[in-house]
T-cell receptor, first 111, second 115 residues
């Protein structure tokens, strides 16, 4: 079992749909990262959260520490949201940046 | 602000050749790292550095060397390229003041093919 697992692996949606991507982890964490990898390959950091919820534009990330689960939501999805979304959790001990990455969720949003 | 600059973007090597992937950041970040990304697998840490003069191994360090002579630069050296090193390589940096609780900034990646 991978220490960080994402679901689904692939996701297609029509423009305007509400999207949810899930991340489950088996390690205790200090913070969980959500990243976006563009079709061209570049990776950007979307969120880093250790509790509750964070929102940036149409993106919302939530985390439940007790259940070791995080979700990334996209409201009113748009074709430009098409990308691979990756979650990552720090490997103990947490004073380092040794992250364990999920294999990613490939999202395609069609007009 | 250039962020993290990674070169080259593409490289083809023959087995046994050596090369250096360059990575530079202009954000005064203490932490820098190299990852490789292979199909069906998550990013895997090759080597990392928590400051100038300090480097350490990640999950998959064999066949790679790094050095950190300045805060800005963190080159990755392939000593004798092998087909198993065909991959996409990413350099990343972050502030270290909160340990693992700092967002990562990534370079644009290097697609390396070893024949």
């Amino acid at each position: 079992k991978n220490e960080v697992e994402q679901s689904p692996q692939n996701l297609t949606a029509q423009e305007g749909e509400f999207i949810t991507i899930n991340c489950s982890y088996s390690v205790g964490i200090s913070a969980l990262h959500w990243l976006q990898q563009h079709p061209g390959g570049g990776i950007v950091s979307l969120f880093m959260l250790s509790s509750g919820k964070k929102k940036h534009g149409r993106l919302i990330a939530t985390i439940n520490i007790q259940e070791k689960h995080s979700s990334l939501h996209i409201t009113a999805s748009h074709p430009r949201d098409s990308a691979v979304y990756i979650c990552a959790a720090p490997r103990p001990p947490y004073n380092t940046d040794k992250l364990i990455f999920g294999t990613g969720t490939r999202l395609q949003v069609f007009p | 602000n250039a962020g993290v600059t990674q070169t080259p973007k593409f490289q083809v090597l023959k087995t046994g050749q050596s090369m250096t992937l360059q990575c530079a950041q202009d954000m005064n970040h203490e932490y820098m790292s190299w990852y490789r990304q292979d199909p069906g697998m998550g990013l895997r840490l090759i080597h990392y550095s928590v400051g100038a003069g300090i480097t350490d191994q990640g999950e998959v360090p064999n066949g790679y060397n790094v050095s950190r002579s300045t805060t800005e630069d963190f080159p990755l050296r392939l000593l004798s390229a092998a087909p198993s090193q065909t991959s996409v390589y990413f350099c990343a940096s972050s502030q270290l003041y909160q340990g693992a609780n700092s967002p990562l900034h990534f370079g644009n990646g290097t697609r390396l093919t070893v024949t």
